[in-house]
């Protein structure tokens, strides 16, 4: 984007910094418009499942049902309990959100479509994605109430539980790229199994942690069925209690945008990215955004899916199956993919 | 591409989408404040302002001691963090330390699949 | 001139919140202050091109370590009127470590001239052994020429583990767990059965 801005005869620091920011706002402002798209999706789809009309009356088809739901917020009064601490109960919703823009930075687009194409691309996320813990661990203990407080904790031990095995599963992916370069993770699953599928979700040895990634994801994102951070019949909302207008609604930005990130991240790292699911020419022809968003919608379906079908768990039955099915599950994992690679890829040749 | 030397310009355009993302969720939290004050939906009293509860005003100290469980798991996910920490160089860089590479990490990696059996054999892994 | 001021603008933060982290009055800021110096301190590490070890900064130290510090601040009921008044008698062992970190530095610094350990030279330039990205040349020393130090890092990593298992793991026996292979292998004949009680009287159960 730096040359077109050049061939305008800015100079090229200046053209740099306005294709920057123009990628920056690029990628911002379609995620906040598809956050609010996509609750209205799936509003409908839950509505759908259950047989029920969901939202349909404001704007066509209920299009504009989420905008609505915006104006209403912004313009509510923000009520800021006395006994909280200020400061950092009005912070609180600024970091899950800046946190919940941020992780897409490093997210490939189409190729090279990125906006910092770092080495370390997979660890930012990582780096990233541990933060938003904080976000939420704030708000409950600056509201200075009960429910919040214990939502607060449930939602910081149960991330970070998850957390541990999502580090081995992506360990599993690197050692398969051989590079945390995210568009690099991407090229690789070119041709992925018989160089026909696209896709390290193809090859037998890492569907498991796809599965694991999978599930892992909605933990992280604190998702049905493991939403005990919000869980409505014991803990009011969770750590959200407090809140009111648009400080309320920054969680639910913060929310379904770490959801997409998360459905994003499914595609990337383990079905092809922007690739087309199979190696095959006339498929390049589509653009590769328009893979990407296909399979991450594919993802969302999966996640509404599950939501609007599956009970809550119960807490130790969380922390069981983070702790002693997925963490020994990836560690074996990453024992074995390393194990195969290096009889097959890097231990022939030494 | 993976460059070797580290290029900061790839950097630079996230420390600019920090403070842009920043501007955005503060702009987001307080201008609804100002439009509140403007049109006159602020209007806060002790009722409202008291913290959620139902009815009665609090008994005790919502921020009260907290189960010792919850801190065992977090020097757990610490324990287990920095072992994924020493696997991401091992990863990729395996084909450059070969099979010695490998064996190292797998005694690594027994070392700590003993920890983790022993927090299993003791119950620390249990959320009773 | 954008990396000096981006350095100038990392450092002053990080000493401005370390400073922070002493000065507030609530632990929980002093914590969330720490938080905002590491992530300054991963910022200058990107800086001087040391990628990987900023993300470890953020990932290690911020989403863990911070963590837990944060579980306990939160957690303990702490009587900080307390804590503060030992403030004063603790005052002359706190200045006798910050001088010995100040010698340390010191040191440091001389060692650094001094040349050494073939990571790096003393000029600043990086060593040339490895012709990789960051991440890729610390794998290939870490897991070749720097091995037992690794393997003794992981016998201090179960030691960590083992020890906090011990002084923190209380068995609360007052608890029932669930045993899924029971649920699942329990079955009708055993939890139910059908009478035809006659009019006017009970079951014997």
Redesign the interface.
């Given at each position: 984007m730096t040359e077109f801005f050049q061939s305008w005869g800015l100079p090229y620091e200046w053209a740099?910094g306005i294709a920057?920011?123009a990628?920056?706002?690029l990628i911002?402002l379609p995620l906040m418009l598809a956050v609010a798209m996509v609750i209205y999706a799936e509003r409908r789809m839950w509505a759908a499942f259950a047989l029920r009309r969901g939202p349909n009356v404001v704007g066509p088809f209920g299009l504009l049902q989420s905008f609505a739901d915006g104006l209403k917020?912004?313009?509510?009064?923000?009520?800021?309990?006395?006994?909280a601490?200020k400061g950092?109960f009005?912070i609180a919703?600024?970091?899950t959100?800046?946190v919940a823009?941020?992780a897409w930075?490093v997210i490939p687009f189409n190729s090279g479509a990125v906006?910092?194409?770092?080495?370390?691309g997979l660890?930012?996320v990582?780096?990233?994605s541990?933060?938003g813990?904080?976000g939420v661990?704030?708000a409950g203990?600056a509201?200075?109430?009960?429910?919040p407080?214990f939502s607060a904790?449930r939602a910081?031990?149960q991330m970070?539980?998850y957390?541990?095995s999502i580090?081995?599963i992506l360990?599993c992916v690197?050692?398969w790229a051989?590079?945390?370069?995210m568009n690099?993770i991407v090229k690789a699953q070119q041709g992925a199994l018989f160089g026909v599928l696209n896709g390290f979700a193809f090859i037998p040895l890492l569907f498991p942690m796809w599965v694991l990634f999978l599930i892992s994801s909605m933990a992280e994102t604190a998702r049905t069925p493991f939403d005990l951070t919000e869980a409505e019949s014991e803990l009011?909302a969770g750590y959200q209690?407090?809140y009111s207008?648009?400080?309320f609604?920054?969680y639910w930005l913060g929310e379904y945008a770490n959801v997409l990130l998360m459905c994003t991240l499914n595609a990337v790292l383990f079905w092809g990215g922007w690739l087309p699911p199979v190696d095959w020419a006339p498929l390049y022809l589509v653009p590769g955004v328009v893979w990407l968003l296909l399979k991450t919608f594919v993802f969302f379906f999966i996640f509404a899916w599950v939501k609007a079908t599956v009970p809550r768990f119960r807490?130790?039955?969380l922390?069981?199956l983070g702790?002693?099915i997925f963490?020994?599950l990836s560690?074996i994992f990453?024992?074995l993919v390393?194990?195969w690679?290096?009889f097959t890829?890097?231990?022939v040749a030494? | 591409m993976e460059s070797l030397v580290v290029d900061l310009s790839q950097y630079l355009p996230i420390l600019i989408f920090l403070v842009i993302a920043l501007a955005l969720s503060a702009a987001f939290v307080f201008l609804p404040m100002g439009v509140a004050r403007l049109t006159g939906t602020h209007k806060p009293d002790a009722e409202k302002l008291s913290e959620y509860e139902c009815g009665f005003p609090a008994f005790e100290d919502p921020r009260s001691q907290f189960d010792v469980r919850f801190y065992l798991v977090a020097i757990l996910f610490i324990v287990f963090d920095l072992e994924a920490a020493f696997l991401f160089p091992w990863a990729v860089s395996l084909d450059m330390t070969g099979w010695p590479g490998w064996i190292t990490m797998m005694v690594f990696l027994f070392e700590l699949a003993i920890g983790l059996a022993y927090a299993w054999k003791k119950g620390a892994l249990e959320w009773e | 001139m954008i990396q000096t001021l981006a350095f100038y603008i990392f450092a002053s933060l990080v000493i401005a919140s370390a400073v922070m982290v002493i000065m507030s009055r609530n632990p929980v800021h002093s914590v969330l202050w720490l938080i905002v110096a590491f992530f300054n301190a991963a910022g200058l590490m990107v800086l001087v091109g040391a990628e990987f070890i900023a993300m470890l900064l953020v990932i290690v130290y911020v989403g863990a370590v911070a963590v837990l510090f944060l579980f306990v601040v939160m957690m303990l009921d702490i009587d900080f009127a307390e804590l503060r008044a030992g403030f004063v008698k603790n005052f002359p062992l706190g200045l006798a470590i910050a001088l010995v970190l100040l010698a340390e530095m010191v040191m440091g610094l001389g060692a650094y001239k001094a040349g050494g350990m073939q990571l790096g030279t003393p000029d600043g330039t990086a060593a040339a052994a490895v012709g990789a990205s960051n991440i890729k040349a610390i794998g290939a020393l870490l897991y070749s020429k720097y091995l037992f130090l690794f393997e003794s890092a992981g016998i201090i990593l179960l030691v960590a583990m083992i020890g906090a298992i011990v002084l923190t793991h209380r068995q609360r026996g007052d608890t029932r767990g669930q045993v899924i292979s029971r649920q699942v292998a329990r079955r009708p004949e055993e939890a139910t059965v059908n009478t035809q009680p006659e009019v006017g009287k009970g079951v014997q159960l």
């Open positions: 740099w920057t920011v990628g920056i706002l911002a917020v912004m313009l509510q009064e923000t009520i800021i309990p006395s006994a601490n950092i009005l919703p600024i970091i959100f800046t823009l941020m930075a906006l910092a194409d770092i080495n370390v660890l930012y990582l780096a990233i541990s933060l813990v904080y661990v704030m203990w509201s200075n109430s009960k429910y407080f904790m910081a031990a970070i539980s957390e541990v580090g081995f360990i690197v050692l051989g590079t945390f370069n690099e009011v209690t407090e207008s648009m400080a609604a920054l807490y130790d039955q922390m069981r702790w002693k963490l020994p560690l990453v024992v390393s194990g690679l290096m890829r890097y231990g030494a | - | -």
